[in-house]
C-alpha cells in the first residue's frame, strides 16, 4: 500500500473513531447533565413503565440483528448491558471495537513496520470497548453493594411507620441515590404492571448478581410465606450486609499488596517482549522461531497461567 492511500485509511478511522466517541460522550453527559439538575431542583426523573418496555424492546432488536448473529448463546448480552447500566447499543460497542481494532492496527504497522505486532495491538484495542463496560459494570455492583445496608433499612421503617413492601421499595426510589433507586424502582413499575412483586425482585436478582440481596429477595419470599416481622428480619439482614462488607474491606486492603504484585508479574513479561520486538526484534524471534524457544515460550505460558492461578487463590478470600 503506498503512502497516500495509507494516509487516507488512517484519516477515515481516526474521524470514524473520533465521532463515535463523540457520540457516546456527549449522549452520557447529557443524561448525567438532566439528573443532576433534576437532584438541585428536586425531582428524580423516573423510567416510567412504557420507558422500561421501549428500553427493553430496543436492546432485544438490536442483540438480535447483530450480536446474535456473531456470537449465539455464547454471551449474554442483554444481561451484561443491564447490569452495567450502559446506554449504548450492543451494535454501537461492537462497531467502536472494530473501529478501534482497525485504528490500532494500523498505527502501530505505521510506527513499528511489523506485521506481526500490528495484529496484537488491533486485538488489544479491540477489547478496550468490552473492558470499559465490564469495569462500568463492577463500579456500578460495587456502589450497589455499598448502599444496600441503608436500603433495607430504609424498607425496615417505612415497614414500621405502616406502608407496604412496594411502597417501602418506592421510598428507596424516591430518596436513596443511583444505582439502587433505579432498580428499586424498576421493581415498583414492574409490580404497578401486575408482574408478582417476587417475580420483580428476582428479576432484580438477575440484573445485580449480589448475593447480600438474593438474602434479602429469599427473605422477603420466605415472610410472604410464613409470616413474621419483615421489619425485624430486614434489621438483621442490613446488619449482617454492613458487616460482611466492612470486613470484605478489610480483607482487600490487607490482599491488596498480592493483588498488585500478580498483575505486575503477569503483565511484565509482555510488555518487555512488545519493547524488545520493537528495539531488537531479531533478539526475540528465536522464541517462535527456534524449536528450543517455542518449547520455552510454551513452558513460560503454562507457568504464568499457574502462578496466576496460585495468586488468585491466595488473595481470593470468601467472606
Given at each position: 500500500?503506498?503512502?497516500?492511500?495509507?494516509?487516507?485509511?488512517?484519516?477515515?478511522?481516526?474521524?470514524?473513531?473520533?465521532?463515535?466517541?463523540?457520540?457516546?460522550?456527549?449522549?452520557?453527559?447529557?443524561?448525567?447533565?438532566?439528573?443532576?439538575?433534576?437532584?438541585?431542583v428536586?425531582k428524580?426523573?423516573?423510567?416510567?413503565?412504557?420507558?422500561?418496555?421501549?428500553?427493553?424492546?430496543?436492546?432485544?432488536?438490536?442483540k438480535?440483528n447483530?450480536?446474535?448473529?456473531?456470537?449465539?448463546?455464547?454471551?449474554?448480552?442483554?444481561?451484561?448491558?443491564?447490569?452495567a447500566?450502559?446506554?449504548?447499543?450492543?451494535s454501537?460497542?461492537?462497531?467502536?471495537?472494530?473501529?478501534?481494532?482497525?485504528?490500532?492496527a494500523?498505527?502501530?504497522?505505521?510506527?513499528?513496520r511489523?506485521?506481526?505486532?500490528?495484529?496484537?495491538?488491533?486485538?488489544?484495542?479491540?477489547?478496550?470497548p468490552?473492558?470499559?463496560?465490564?469495569?462500568?459494570r463492577?463500579?456500578?455492583?460495587?456502589?450497589?453493594a455499598?448502599?444496600l445496608?441503608d436500603?433495607?433499612?430504609?424498607?425496615?421503617?417505612a415497614?414500621r411507620?405502616?406502608?407496604?413492601?412496594?411502597?417501602?421499595?418506592?421510598?428507596?426510589?424516591?430518596?436513596?441515590?443511583?444505582?439502587?433507586?433505579?432498580e428499586?424502582?424498576?421493581?415498583?413499575?414492574?409490580?404497578?404492571?401486575?408482574?408478582?412483586l417476587?417475580?420483580?425482585?428476582?428479576?432484580?436478582?438477575?440484573?445485580?448478581?449480589?448475593?447480600?440481596?438474593?438474602f434479602?429477595?429469599t427473605?422477603?419470599?420466605?415472610?410472604?410465606?410464613t409470616g413474621?416481622?419483615?421489619?425485624?428480619?430486614?434489621?438483621?439482614i442490613?446488619y449482617?450486609?454492613?458487616?460482611?462488607?466492612?470486613?470484605?474491606?478489610?480483607?482487600?486492603?490487607?490482599?491488596?499488596?498480592?493483588?498488585?504484585?500478580?498483575?505486575?508479574?503477569?503483565?511484565?513479561?509482555?510488555?518487555?517482549?512488545?519493547?524488545?520486538?520493537?528495539?531488537?526484534?531479531?533478539?526475540?524471534?528465536?522464541?517462535w522461531?527456534?524449536?528450543?524457544?517455542?518449547?520455552?515460550?510454551?513452558?513460560?505460558?503454562?507457568?504464568?497461567?499457574?502462578?496466576?492461578i496460585?495468586?488468585?487463590?491466595?488473595?481470593?478470600?470468601?467472606?
Amino acid at each position: 500500500m503506498n503512502n497516500p492511500m495509507l494516509l487516507l485509511v488512517v484519516a477515515l478511522t481516526v474521524s470514524a473513531f473520533i465521532g463515535i466517541l463523540a457520540f457516546v460522550f456527549m449522549e452520557g453527559k447529557t443524561n448525567r447533565a438532566t439528573e443532576r439538575l433534576d437532584s438541585l431542583v428536586g425531582k428524580r426523573r423516573k423510567e416510567s413503565a412504557a420507558d422500561l418496555l421501549l428500553k427493553q424492546s430496543v436492546v432485544e432488536t438490536d442483540k438480535r440483528n447483530l450480536l446474535d448473529a456473531v456470537m449465539p448463546n455464547v454471551l449474554s448480552f442483554q444481561t451484561l448491558f443491564e447490569q452495567a447500566d450502559c446506554n449504548i447499543k450492543p451494535s454501537t460497542l461492537f462497531g467502536l471495537s472494530m473501529v478501534l481494532a482497525l485504528v490500532g492496527a494500523t498505527l502501530s504497522y505505521m510506527m513499528m513496520r511489523n506485521i506481526i505486532i500490528a495484529p496484537i495491538i488491533g486485538l488489544v484495542a479491540m477489547t478496550l470497548p468490552f473492558l470499559w463496560l465490564l469495569n462500568k459494570r463492577r463500579v456500578r455492583l460495587k456502589a450497589f453493594a455499598a448502599q444496600l445496608p441503608d436500603s433495607l433499612e430504609l424498607v425496615a421503617r417505612a415497614l414500621r411507620a405502616g406502608h407496604a413492601l412496594a411502597a417501602g421499595m418506592h421510598v428507596v426510589a424516591e430518596e436513596m441515590p443511583a444505582p439502587i433507586c433505579d432498580e428499586f424502582g424498576r421493581v415498583y413499575e414492574e409490580q404497578n404492571l401486575g408482574i408478582a412483586l417476587e417475580d420483580a425482585m428476582r428479576n432484580m436478582c438477575t440484573r445485580v448478581p449480589n448475593l447480600d440481596l438474593r438474602f434479602f429477595v429469599t427473605a422477603v419470599a420466605i415472610q410472604r410465606q410464613t409470616g413474621g416481622d419483615l421489619a425485624e428480619i430486614l434489621d438483621k439482614i442490613g446488619y449482617v450486609v454492613r458487616e460482611r462488607y466492612k470486613i470484605l474491606g478489610q480483607v482487600k486492603a490487607l490482599t491488596a499488596e498480592g493483588r498488585l504484585s500478580g498483575v505486575v508479574l503477569i503483565s511484565l513479561p509482555f510488555f518487555l517482549l512488545i519493547v524488545m520486538m520493537h528495539i531488537k526484534p531479531d533478539y526475540v524471534q528465536t522464541l517462535w522461531t527456534h524449536p528450543m524457544g517455542i518449547r520455552m515460550s510454551i513452558g513460560a505460558i503454562v507457568l504464568m497461567i499457574l502462578g496466576a492461578i496460585c495468586i488468585k487463590k491466595i488473595v481470593d478470600i470468601k467472606v
